[in-house]
DNA sequence: GCAATTTGACCTCG
DNA sequence: CGAGGTCAAATTGC
């Protein structure tokens, strides 16, 4: 409460830093591919620091996610899901109390008589498969998951994977609970590397990220943010895709939410403050990144909360994007508080 | 032989 | 009562 003054001091800092990484941004897009990478490697260091400012002032960070280490049932492939606290996340009370927090997660082309677990990109997380059920009205049967380390710690988060009906190649996936475990395996952990955001308006117009982080070696810096997000990944891709068109961004770095917000800030799809899709209106996903700019944004987004599960349905509608750009959060734990907005 | 996955049965909620 | 979610025996893979 005191701490205001501290606070408009880092949003100050971020909206400069982000502004910056604006200016990259758009200058970069004047570049050629060559040149744009170098760019975006200047982006990315204003995001490292927006990493470390939203890190500052993060206070209620908890465990981080964690690594890479793909394990058996849950993801073989690559990588995505993991912190639901990023991304096109839809945080949904779905039967009895229970929250879940859904992202669309871009998997890997469908191989034909490849099972969909083969397919959807490991969120660094160790999970088991147990049970498959086909959905009524969907295509493809959804797949359920349990940490692995239910049972030595009593780890309670699940997973579900499901294929998209529309695009095969899109998972959405569900979790649910927290990871209470402590999976710090290797080094590379992974967040969600993948995330999709539909943005199914007026042009069918998808908006992917990509993280890659495979390869990475990770490294150095491993910023703490909210409760499920580490960072690591050196580099995504992000492309949209509208009616044929196709554009991609690599390099940007710094998957970490908060960076996100930082480079894109402004920007075609992105609206300033916020990932954000541009003009939506009444789609069906949220498309909103962690905000460099609310102050507990990036911090405090505990969807932690186990105390209590939390009952209320949390998401956050497209149209709260116009608002995005005061995302400051009211409720410092959590970062998607736009009840009933999203319907 | 152990651990993970598969899959039909069973359970729970709306 | 039906759809979604979980259990657990059987199966498969390492």
Known sequence: MEDENK???????????????????????HLNEQLRADAMNVQSRFSQAIDIVNSMEATGMHQMPSQGHTTASGSPGGSFSGSPSE?????????????????????TVPDDGQPDTALVPDDGF?????????????KHPRSYYRCTFQKNQNCEALKQVQRSDEDPTIFVVTYQGEHTCTQHVGKTQSLEHQLLIPMQNESDEHVMINFNNSNNPIGTHESVHDDQ???VSPSFSISSTQAGLRSEIYNVFSPSST??????????????GGFVSSGASDSNYLSVFQSPFGADFGGGSSFHGSESELNDVISVPHSSISAAND?????????FDSPDLFK
Not at 266 to 272: D, I, L, Q, T
Request: no cysteine.
């Open 259 to 272: 960076s996100f917000g930082g480079a894109f800030s402004s920007g075609g799809a992105f609206s300033s």
């Open 229 to 231: 997000s580490k960072i």
């Open 7 to 29: 606070t408009m001091g880092m949003n100050r800092l971020l909206t400069i830093l982000s502004e910056g990484a604006d200016e990259m941004r758009r200058l970069s897009s």
């Open 87 to 107: 991304g096109s996340e839809r945080i949904v009370k779905k039967r009895k109390g229970t929250v879940k927090r859904t992202i669309n997660v871009q998997g």
């Open 327 to 335: 995302f400051t959060v009211e409720q410092p734990n959590f970062p």
């Open 126 to 138: 160790s999970w088991r498969k147990y049970g498959q059920k086909s959905i009524l009205n969907a």
